[in-house]
């Protein structure tokens, strides 16, 4: 018997082995960061990954939809034959556009929506625009994020605990406030957690307490939109390799380096790709592969849980 030889590292290695690993370059991103200033560059595209119409004609929305973990769950439910419709900052408009651009080579739609989600008026305003834009809401993923380290507890200022706390838990439960009763019987809801959520972090004080947090209310959104057969799910991921960490105002430059491999540390020796993410968030959206779950808090960290 003949065997079939291939060449190059894509086709000899599993994708568990051909990811990025550190040491990578000493870098510090400024403000919430460019996903297009990261070097390397994160993987999102997710080639390997084999759409089969599993969300054809529905309608999504996606926060922080611009870079990161959002971009590659928005390329792929488009993949998967979605409308989207993303949120960004201001200052996210260029990896926002980037992200718009490959979902429309898809044939796809793509609405952008610019703005700060600690806003409650904001909130509404994004409901509003996607149901008003894509005809409707099958699918909320509520991702963006904010995040600093800090040394202690002690140095934990009241503008940063208020401005993660808003971003990650008040943005969650507004969007779902306003989403749920424009959206029908086998809707979807997913939320971002962490695995800090679930083991803590002791320089995340109020990172991991939102996190935490969008956990339980996963749980409580479960029960309480059963009876309207929207389910609601979250998936908890370890290190990964997105612009939230680059940025993040406690972290050096030395320190994002080996991220994945010392700082955020997984068994794998490096963090995951937005790429490895975005499949559990098609799976958790697709009422023909997911049914049966609700409530669940999905973790995609690298360990053998």
């Known amino acids: 018997m003949v065997s079939k030889t291939?060449?190059?590292?894509?086709?000899?290695?599993?994708?568990?082995?051909?990811?990025?690993?550190?040491?990578?370059?000493?870098?510090?991103?400024?403000?919430?960061?460019?996903?297009?200033?990261?070097?390397?560059t994160p993987q999102w595209k997710a080639p390997r990954y084999r759409a089969a119409d599993k969300l054809k004609g529905k309608k999504a929305l996606i926060t922080g939809g611009d870079s990161g973990i959002g971009r590659s769950v928005a390329y792929l439910y488009a993949r998967e034959g979605a409308d989207v419709a993303i949120t960004f900052l201001p200052s996210e408009k260029p990896d926002a556009e980037e992200t718009c651009a490959a979902i429309t080579a898809l044939g796809s739609r793509c609405v952008m929506i610019e703005g700060d989600l600690t806003s409650a008026d904001f909130c509404r305003e994004v409901i509003r625009s996607a149901v008003r834009e894509l005809g409707g809401l099958d699918i909320l993923v509520s991702n963006a994020a904010r995040q600093n380290r800090t040394s202690s507890i002690t140095e934990l200022d009241d503008d940063e605990l208020d401005k993660t706390?808003?971003?990650?838990?008040?943005?969650?439960?507004?969007?779902?406030?306003?989403?749920?009763?424009?959206?029908?019987?086998?809707?979807?809801?997913?939320?971002?957690?962490?695995?800090?959520?679930?083991?803590?972090?002791?320089?995340?004080?109020?990172?991991?307490?939102?996190?935490?947090?969008?956990?339980?209310?996963?749980?409580?959104?479960?029960?309480?939109?059963?009876?309207?057969?929207?389910?609601?799910?979250?998936?908890?991921?370890?290190?990964?390799?997105?612009?939230?960490n680059p940025a993040d105002h406690g972290v050096t430059a030395e320190e994002v380096s080996t991220f994945g491999q010392k700082l955020g540390s997984s068994p794998m020796k490096r963090?995951?790709?937005?790429?490895?993410?975005?499949?559990?968030?098609?799976?958790?959206?697709?009422?023909?592969d997911a049914s049966y779950i609700t409530g669940a808090i999905l973790p995609v960290t690298g360990k053998p849980e």
């Open 6 to 40: 291939t060449s190059g590292p894509s086709s000899q290695q599993t994708q568990m082995h051909s990811e990025p690993k550190p040491p990578f370059p000493k870098q510090h991103l400024q403000a919430t960061g460019l996903e297009s200033k990261l070097d390397p």
């Open 165 to 244: 706390i808003k971003t990650n838990v008040y943005a969650y439960l507004r969007l779902s406030r306003e989403a749920v009763p424009h959206m029908p019987p086998g809707a979807s809801i997913i939320a971002t957690g962490s695995e800090v959520g679930l083991e803590g972090s002791a320089r995340l004080p109020d990172y991991a307490a939102t996190k935490g947090a969008i956990q339980s209310i996963t749980k409580t959104l479960a029960q309480d939109l059963l009876n309207r057969s929207i389910r609601v799910n979250c998936i908890a991921p370890g290190p990964v390799w997105t612009p939230l």
């Open 271 to 288: 963090p995951a790709q937005p790429e490895e993410l975005s499949p559990a968030y098609v799976f958790l959206a697709s009422d023909a």
